[in-house]
């Protein structure tokens, strides 16, 4: 951190609340927990892509009458997973829209036995012409979604960019594509459920979301609030993978409890069938059209930028809207359009994935930047410095830059962190000499928009609960989760900075809608700044309360608090309190023209790839890594920290390692073995450091967002190492893997020998 800490719990590093549990493995996880008279589910699955189920048929090999068994027609209530629509169907019955889609349902106290069934139920399935990628779906000339195939058509337009082309010194145009990228949390999804009429629905499980996982589950068995309850077990990784796809677990599970009259169900899926069945990030296609003065000021912007939604809609149409949000950079563009599209197919469904849609549009315009650079003979750091955005200037949205924004102070801390200049030149001139190994060294700098996107807050409507405890301790009621990144630890800095007492005396309660309120998902880097500031409020009321029917004084220590809290209870009773979600006064949004302001609040960053790359196999390595953040005040600087190394390490991923390899719309490559991801001996030392901009935010303490961020930029960074590496020659697609390295070897070469 490079200011002053005026403060005693916020900028520290406490142990975090959790911490002891999970390190001596008294936590309990969902396959953890016992439960009495069990059964295990299954679910039996199309292995067709697009096609009508003409017959189910049971096999001989085990007594079907031991079993539960569920279809289509057992549902009581709606078959749909109500998110943002209710087309997808908790079980598909007349069609199937992708491989892996939810047929039949099966249970069986023996979970060996329920296995051998599994392969016993034979589907007889009609195939249907199927469509797999953007391009197809554009074409529809198969119709999953309407006349068009578009889930969601978004479009902003800032001035006229078509008006400046003929003015412009360069025009590059060019095309951009990314992979589909598995969360690959260390948990699987996992559920326990006991569902029947007269005592509902209770749901335990790993899990980001409870209240979408009640909100889905109530028209499934036509039920009130109060008779789903969803309570959130120790939950091990979810990086957006547990936003929705509980949602359709927990269906299938209570469906067979339901059937079996209450008793419970659990569903853990192996590594496997995870792999196959949940949402990844959204494949995409980004088109850059950009012009240039001759001294690298850009003058007019136009992108396209598309996604593969894959057969439902899920979160795509919120995806895409984040993508198409980041999808200008950091820059000022008088004249720009951008329009955004996601597409359906017979993929099986895309959805939320950290990042959430930014990652994918980032790596377009920031390696589009770099080639520019390249183009009018700007280094990729000056053509970024001359572009920069600054107070006072308007974004392609019309949302004018309130805040101090220094993005040279950001962009000189991480250039020279990296020793930037130095490598940059010497690269040059080791690559020249035709060794074994190439060298580069690339850039990035982008934002990313904390919170729920323009009325999103608002709409969510947020509630949070505070409690006073005897002894002075308070309880944070709060639907948002603990699943590895630290809710629990930050919110409670948060109120023990707020009341000014030990932090020790915070708690917060596990996740229950039976007992917390809807405080809204944990997502979209929104835990710290939305919730932590509706606990400050929180404990501004506490104190407001205190002070007007106790006994506490304006000023107070940490007994006396604790002494004016216990003589409240006692004479007044209970304090709890609940506070409401207030949107900003100066943040408007239309969400029609897509004009205003989209986020109240943007975190930065400037990230910076070392990489070399050897000839022979054409193998990349990332040998040093620099990530310079501004996201305000840093509640827990160790945490953060380890928010962005482990966000960069998804992110290296992203860029040269994962693939999810699409066959008839499903993942072929659903194993460890085939699936590869970096591991602790593929990364570099990863090197983060905060700035702070003069605070002008909503969030507490001057907080902002940084959970998703640290995966926004890495992959546009290594990509432009690597075009450096390769004498200017980019790679416009990710992941880049050595036989694209070794596409390029031949060029090098004859370039070289050209120049000579």
């Given amino acids: 951190m490079t200011t002053k800490n005026p403060y005693r719990h916020v900028g520290r590093s406490p142990l975090r609340k959790e911490a002891r549990e999970k390190v001596t493995g008294a936590s309990l996880y969902i396959d953890d927990i016992s439960y009495d008279n069990l059964l295990h589910g299954r679910t039996v699955r199309s292995r067709v892509a697009h096609g009508k189920i003409r017959s189910i048929k049971f096999e001989e090999g ?57 392969n016993l139920i034979t589907i007889e399935i009609d195939p249907i012409a199927a469509i797999f990628s953007i391009d197809e779906g554009l074409e529809a000339r198969v119709k999953l979604h309407g006349d068009d195939n578009l889930y969601s058509d978004y479009s902003i337009e800032s001035g006229d960019p078509s008006s400046r082309w003929d003015n412009c ?41 409870p209240y979408y996982v009640q909100k889905a589950l109530m028209p499934l068995f036509d039920m009130p609030p109060d008779k789903v309850r969803i309570i959130q077990a120790e939950t091990g990784g979810a990086f957006g993978g547990k936003e929705e796809y509980p949602n359709m677990i927990a269906g299938h599970a209570a469906l067979l409890s339901w059937k079996a009259g209450g008793r419970p169900v659990k569903m853990i899926y192996d590594r496997s069938e995870d792999l196959q069945v949940t949402p990844k990030r959204h494949p995409s296609r980004t088109r850059v059209k950009a012009g240039f003065d001759a001294d690298g000021h850009l003058l007019a912007l136009d992108i396209g930028f598309d996604l593969n939604g894959g057969a439902y809609k899920t979160l795509t149409p919120v995806v895409l809207s984040r993508g198409l949000l980041h999808s200008f950079g950091p820059y000022r563009c008088d004249d720009s359009r951008v329009r955004a599209r996601a597409v359906a197919t017979n993929c099986f469904p895309f959805g939320a994935f950290r990042g959430f849609g930014a990652p994918q549009s980032v790596f377009a315009i920031e390696l589009h930047m770099t080639k520019a650079a390249s183009r009018l003979g700007i280094d990729p750091a000056e053509i970024r410095r001359r572009n920069f955005l600054r107070e006072g200037d308007v974004m392609p949205t019309g949302q004018v830059l309130k805040e101090h924004v220094d993005l040279d102070r950001l962009l000189d801390k991480a250039l020279g962190d990296a020793d930037y200049e130095k490598k940059r030149k010497r690269y040059e001139i080791e690559n020249a000499q035709g060794g074994p190994v190439v060298k580069g060294i690339g850039i990035c700098t982008f934002f990313h928009g904390s919170g729920f996107t323009g009325n999103g807050e608002a709409v969510l409507a947020s509630k949070l609960g505070l409690k006073l405890l005897p002894g002075g301790k308070l309880e944070i009621m709060s639907a948002n989760v603990e699943y590895g990144q630290g809710t629990k630890t930050i919110l409670s800095q948060i109120a023990a900075e707020s009341c000014a007492i030990p932090y020790e005396w915070i708690e917060v309660h596990q996740p229950d809608t039976m007992v917390v309120p809807n405080s809204g998902p944990t997502v979209a880097s929104r835990t710290t700044m939305i919730i932590g500031k509706l606990v400050t409020r929180a404990c501004t009321q506490l104190l407001d309360a205190l002070r007007d029917k106790g006994s506490l004084g304006k000023e107070y220590d940490a007994d006396t608090f604790k002494t004016a809290a216990d003589a409240y209870l006692a004479e007044h009773g209970a304090l709890e309190l609940v506070v409401d979600y207030e949107k900003p006064s100066d943040v408007t949004w239309d969400p029609v023209t897509y004009r205003g302001e989209p986020y109240s609040a943007y975190s930065w960053c400037c990230d910076i790839a070392d990489i070399e790359i050897d000839r022979l196999t054409g193998e990349i390595r990332v040998m040093d890594f620099v990530s310079v953040v501004e996201c305000g005040q840093v509640i827990h600087p160790l945490l953060a920290e380890g928010q962005i190394e482990g966000g960069v390490a998804q992110a290296i991923g992203f860029a040269i390692y994962e693939d999810v390899i699409l066959k008839d719309g499903a993942m072929a490559n659903h194993t460890f073995t085939n699936y590869i991801i970096p591991t602790t001996a593929d990364l570099p030392r990863i090197r983060v450091s905060f700035i702070e901009f003069p605070p002008d935010n909503y969030g507490p303490f001057q907080a902002k967002g940084i959970g998703e961020l640290p995966t926004d930029g890495p992959a546009a960074a290594i990509a432009g190492a690597v075009g450096q590496s390769l004498n200017e020659m980019f790679i416009n697609r990710i992941p880049i893997f050595p036989e694209h390295i070794l596409d390029k070897i031949p060029e090098i070469a004859s370039a070289s020998e050209t120049a000579t």
């Fill in 62 to 118: 085990v007594d079907w009458s031991e079993f539960i068994v569920v279809t289509a027609k057992d549902i009581p209530g709606l078959n749909g997973v109500t998110l943002l629509d209710t087309g997808q169907p908790f079980l598909a019955r007349h069609t199937v829209r992708h491989v892996t889609e939810p047929i039949v349902l099966i249970a069986h106290p023996d979970e060996d036995l329920v296995q051998k069934a599994v």
């Fill in 169 to 209: 010194h360069l025009v590059l145009e060019d095309i951009y594509e990314t992979a589909a990228q598995e969360q690959l949390y260390i948990e699987p999804q996992g559920v326990v459920v006991s569902a029947n009429a007269d005592s509902g629905v209770v749901v335990t499980g790993s899990l980001q979301c």
